[in-house]
Nanobody, 134 residues
């Protein structure tokens, strides 16, 4: 069975740090792009960061650039999102998604994945809640 499981969320004060994990089972990351997305209460889901297994390409949304770091441990089939200098506006449910065979770059990748979220074309986890208090 294919699964993505996020963990590491929690409550943290502004300025604090959390590390999220996205553990995959039932498939390997070969030829997948693993993306982190988030959805704040009352807002649409948005892309945060991604890492592409084929060439290691990494991308960050402007809102998290310089504060978040994505990394991958292929031996563990796990992708991490280190989040530093957290702000209250980072409060959201964070999801990871695995997209096969994508060469799209930047926001185009996020748009592509979010457009087809309801069609089951990608693997999604169930999310982990991050709450940043002021």
């Amino acid at each position: 069975e294919v699964q993505l499981v996020e963990s590491g969320g929690g409550l943290v004060q502004a300025g604090g740090s959390l590390r999220l994990s996205c553990a995959a089972s039932g498939f390997t990351f070969d030829d997948y792009t693993i993306g982190w997305f988030r959805q704040a209460p009352g807002k649409e889901r948005e892309g945060v960061s991604y890492i592409r297994s084929t060439d290691g390409k990494i991308y960050y949304a402007d809102s998290v650039k310089g504060r978040f770091t994505i990394s991958s441990d292929n031996a563990k089939n796990t992708v991490y999102l280190q989040m530093n200098s957290l702000k209250p506006e980072d409060t959201a449910v964070y999801y990871c998604a695995a997209t096969p065979h994508s060469t799209l770059e930047g926001r185009a990748f996020f748009y592509f994945v979010l457009q087809r979220v309801h069609y089951g074309e990608d693997y999604w986890g169930k999310g982990t809640l991050v709450t940043v208090s002021s």
